[in-house]
Antibody, heavy 119, light 107 residues
């Protein structure tokens, strides 16, 4: 069965960096696009970034463009999110999610990892 | 950016009742709309994609309709496990956006 397991969350000071990972199993990772979606405490969902199955295309939300970088290692079945210049408003649970079809929807989700940006 | 407005914010119903949730887009998204269910402490689950197609394993009591700017998620007869928050999401334009959610609570 499809499994997505995020890791790397924690407490970090504003302006610092953090890298999230998402380990995938149960499907052919190298053929699927992947997303990061976040959810601030007691708030709704917000799409963060997409990476194409082969890494050839990336898209970002305006709120993270220039600060966050999505990447993947298909040999390790792992998705990453490098988060630099973190701000208070980046505090959220970060989910990795499998792309349903060409950057459209999110058909499987991990359980999320909490990132808290606080001094 | 396409804004999705969900209504009502909260829906108070009893098990067995019919639930009707609305999602309105700030501009046409054609049929490129999905619905998700999220329970407390859990990740969201895809219910409906392309406005009216049930995702794998989703019970038939969930149905979606609409096109353009107005969409509806209907739960024909609420089961105890259906009390949750529901989000709509569009794939018509970048960035992908979600509505703010409708909470379906037990009356």
């Amino acid at each position: 069965q499809v499994q997505l397991v995020e890791s790397g969350g924690g407490v970090v000071q504003p302006g610092r960096s953090l890298r999230l990972s998402c380990a995938a199993s149960g499907f052919t990772f190298s053929t699927q696009g992947m997303h990061w979606v976040r959810q601030a405490p007691d708030k709704g969902l917000a799409w963060v970034a997409l990476i194409w199955f082969d890494g050839s295309k990336k898209e970002y939300a305006d709120s993270v463009k220039g600060r966050f970088t999505i990447s993947r290692d298909n040999s390790k079945n792992t998705l990453y999110l490098q988060m630099d210049s973190l701000r208070d408003e980046d505090t959220a649970v970060y989910y990795c999610a499998r792309d349903y079809r060409k950057g459209s929807y999110f058909d499987f989700w991990g359980q999320g990892t909490l990132v808290t940006v606080s001094s | 950016e396409i804004v999705l407005t969900q209504s009502p914010a909260t829906l108070s119903l009893s098990p067995g009742e019919r639930a009707t949730l609305s999602c309105r887009a700030s501009q046409s998204v054609s049929s490129y709309l999905a619905w998700y269910q999220q329970k407390p402490g859990q990740a969201p689950r895809l219910l409906i994609y392309d406005a009216s197609n049930r995702a794998t394993g989703i019970p038939a009591r969930f149905s979606g309709s609409g096109s353009g700017t107005d969409f509806t998620l209907t739960i024909s007869s609420l089961e105890p496990e259906d009390f949750a928050v529901y989000y709509c999401q569009q794939r018509s334009n970048w960035p992908r956006t979600f509505g703010h959610g409708t909470k379906v609570e037990i009356k």
